[in-house]
Every structure is written in structure tokens, then in C-alpha cells.
């Protein structure tokens, strides 16, 4: 391995066994809570409902929880990661480093981005040996969730740099994320919405993301897919670019 | 043509301005040669801290220039870091990793092969006495201990030029005195070291040379007797009181007051 390799992996084996080490905390807990949705909303409350577009509703839902998994550990373990580092300024440590900024914020980002994999890959298996679930468009599924899970690492990042104190990332958590997550359509199908809301839904970025990975599962959309992956291609890319932007010009990171 | 090696730091005009308006830096020059010494003394706030984070990338200079061995530490700050090892005035350790993951990490950072990581760890563990709590989390081991590995984790690259920021702020006197012993060989191996400290006697025991920084200037610059003589003082600590301005501070007058 040459010295940069050395030195990109050494700073994203430090982000992956930070959250190995609580892995409780960061991979227990988020699994326990997936399994709660599946019970409640899939068991419960899903044996009154009737299908949805002709897929049971356990199985309608499960997509949406593998992503928002993937989601919400991306942009909690990343947020969290770097906030907690500027508290302690262990953060120096690497910000006196010779690496570049650019490789900073790929490890920073890459660590959220694995922790979310692994919650939602445990969430996959785990709901494959509960029920019937289907795989029909591979080739959208696995860049469509990776593009989500890329777009929250970034979100994580970007929050994280801002935060001056741990109420920043639960603010933008509970009060930002949670909401459009929950409202792009998780838990149901939004054309039984009514007016306004179905239009409404329209502009929440995340109804796009859930579509996409739903299509990739069930092959059952209600947005165009070519142009739901370009455009959450496009916001990631824009998302990583003012993070560049953050990491180059030292903001919040260095005086 | 003159083939002199370059200076290990070679600090330009200096100036820092942070967003708040405060000027921490204002045309700081300073050069520290080769294998030299040097110690930096100002008052709190006279600008130290924030001089060291300009040379190794922690804070952004507003103008001037830092070049560390030759490396010009904002354009070539690759090189410039690698030549660098800090260890900071706060024990700045994250909780999450064991004593030797610190500086597994931190050698990883600085390119470093695994084997040689280890074989490096093993040694600085073994040198300031952390080896038994190799596997026990930072946050669990006590504040000497905790300055210990600060140092190591800065060590742990061989850097070429040692920043110490205050280093012996609040550690006992053994500790101290290991701590002395340590940077003194490894200057006599060629390491150059820039010290920071409150400590006149340390100063004045350890530095071949010695910087006065105050309100973000570089007062004065020289040996201790040169700095004496500069203050019309016959010690360290009376030529820094009458760099604060404190003269009536001396030594020399306790005893006097009374009466």
C-alpha cells in the first residue's frame, strides 16, 4: 500500500471502529427499532389493512424501513461522529495530518455510509426470513440505496460541521429528517393521500428516494425512475460539493 | 552558491485575524534552525497557541508565510505536516480508542506500515511507561498518563521538528523531569524542538534560544543572556517581567516590600 493509501485507510478504519465499538448503541438499536415498525405497522396494524397496489402491506412497507435505516444511521453516526471529535478536538489529530481535505470528508462520509449498509443489510435478511420479499430490478435497487445512503452520509457530514452542540443534530434529526422521512411515504402509499398533501408530498425529496428503492424491491413506483435517480444523482453530487467546499475552506474546523 | 540547509521553521510576517476581529498574530517573524531548541514564552494570550496551529493547520493564517523544512505549510502542507509532530497544550484524546489505537491511528494518518506502527507503538509505550494500559480506553487513564500518551502520539512519526505546547502544565515533578530527559535526548539526536511554556527555569534549563511573543509580536529573540542583557536583568524571569511590564514582580524585591 502506498502512504496515502495507508493514510485514507487508517482514517476511515478509525470512523468504522468508532461505531463498531458502541455497536449496541449504533447497530442493536436502530435493528431493534426497524423490527418495532415491522411489528407494529407489518404485524399489528397490517393484518387490518388491505393491499396496497395488489403487495401486501407488510411488504410494501419493508423497503421504505430498509432505506430509512440506511438514511438515518448514515446521517446520525456522521453527524454525531464529527461533532463529538470537535467537542473533544480530538478532530486535530486529523485535521494536523497531512491528509487533504478531500480524503477527510470520503472518510468521514464513508463511516456513516457503512454503518448505515450494514443496519440495512441486517434489516434485509432478517425481514427476507420473515416474509416473502422480492427483488425485481437489481441494477435500480443497489445504486439507488447506495445513493441514498451517500446523500445522508453527506447530510450527517454537513450537519455535523455545523453543530456547535449536541441539540444542533437532534434539531435537524427530530425536526427535519424524521418529518420528511416519515411523510415521503414510509409507511404508505401517498396517492391515498388527499389534496393537498399528495401534491405537497411531490416536492419531498425523500418521496422520490423511497419510490426508487421500492421499484428496485416490488417493481411498484409512483415517480418516473430515470428521472428520480438523476435527480437524487444531482442533489448528492451538489450535497458533496458544498461539503467539499466546508473541508477545503476549513469552516467550523479549522480557526 | 550556498547549500545552507533549510531552516526547520521559517515563519514570515505572521498575521492571524479571526472572524471575531481579534488579531492573535500581528507580522510574526521567527526562524528556528536545524536541530536547535527553541523555546516560545509570552503570557497567556500573547499569541503561542495560535502561532502553533497556524504552522501545523489547526488555525488559517490571515497573511505571511510558515515554511517547515522547506515546505511552505499551506500550498506543499503534505510534506510540511510530516515533518511536524504536535503535542498540544489540551489533552485532546478521543475516548473511543485504547492508548495504543491513539497512536495506531495517528501513525496511519502519517502513512505509516502497519509492522512499523507496532514496532513504534511498543517502543513509546515502553518509553513513557503506558505499556500496562495499552488497552485500556483514554478516558480511563489518569491525567499524567493522558500527557504521556499526547506526547508519544506526536512521537509516533518521527517527526523532524517537535511542537510542544505547554507540555509540563499541571504534571508532577517526576513526570516533568522524564519529560526533560526525553526531549533532551531526542534533541541530541537531532530532533528540533519548539517549547512553550510558563516554566522560566525550564526554559532557560532545556532552550538554546528563546523567543518573547506579546500582544502577537515577537519581542525580542535570543539566548538567555542575550535576553537579560536586552532587559538590563541578570535573569530569564526578570527580563519576561519587564516584557509584561511586572518589574516590580522581581525576586529581588521579596523581602524588600516590607517596611
Known sequence: ?255 | MNHASPLALDIGDLVKRYDTGTEALRGVSLDIKAGEFFGLLGPNGAGKSTLIHCATGLAQPTSGTIRIFGHDAISDYEQARLAVGLAPQELNLDWFLTAEETLDYHAGYFGMPKRERRERARELLDTFSLAAKKDDRTRTLSGGMKRRLVLARALMHRPRLLILDEPTAGVDVELRLELWHYVQRINGEGTTILLTTHYLEEAEQLCDRIAFINEGVVVATGTTDELAGEYGVTSLEDAYLGLVGRKELSRAHIGTDVG
Open chain 1, 1 to 255: 500500500m502506498t502512504a496515502a493509501q495507508i493514510r485514507f485507510f487508517s482514517l476511515v478504519r478509525r470512523e468504522v471502529n468508532r461505531f463498531l465499538k458502541i455497536k449496541r448503541q449504533t447497530v442493536g438499536a436502530p435493528l431493534l427499532e426497524t423490527f418495532l415498525y415491522i411489528s407494529v405497522f407489518g404485524a399489528a396494524l397490517g393484518s387490518r389493512i388491505d393491499k396496497l397496489h395488489g403487495i401486501d402491506y407488510v411488504v410494501f412497507v419493508i423497503p421504505g424501513l430498509i432505506m430509512m435505516s440506511w438514511a438515518i444511521n448514515a446521517f446520525s453516526n456522521n453527524s454525531s461522529s464529527i461533532l463529538q471529535q470537535k467537542f473533544q478536538r480530538a478532530i486535530d489529530d486529523q485535521l494536523s495530518s497531512p491528509a487533504s481535505p478531500l480524503e477527510l470528508l470520503l472518510a468521514f462520509s464513508l463511516g456513516g455510509f457503512l454503518r448505515g449498509m450494514i443496519v440495512a443489510l441486517l434489516t434485509f435478511a432478517a425481514s427476507s426470513l420473515l416474509v416473502d420479499l422480492p427483488v425485481e430490478h437489481v441494477l435500480v435497487l443497489v445504486p439507488a440505496l447506495a445513493l441514498v445512503g451517500f446523500f445522508f452520509a453527506q447530510v450527517g457530514v454537513l450537519i455535523g460541521v455545523r453543530a456547535e452542540q449536541f441539540d444542533d443534530v437532534s434539531v435537524a434529526q427530530t425536526f427535519v429528517l424524521q418529518p420528511l422521512i416519515f411523510l415521503g411515504g414510509v409507511f404508505y402509499s401517498a396517492s391515498l393521500l388527499p389534496e393537498p398533501f399528495q401534491t405537497l408530498t411531490h416536492f419531498n425529496p425523500v418521496y422520490y428516494m423511497i419510490n426508487l428503492v421500492r421499484y428496485g424491491f416490488l417493481g411498484y413506483t409512483e415517480a418516473n425512475v430515470a428521472l428520480s435517480l438523476v435527480l437524487l444523482s444531482l442533489a448528492t453530487l451538489a450535497l458533496f460539493a458544498v461539503n467539499r467546499h466546508l473541508f477545503v475552506s476549513g469552516y467550523k474546523l479549522r480557526a
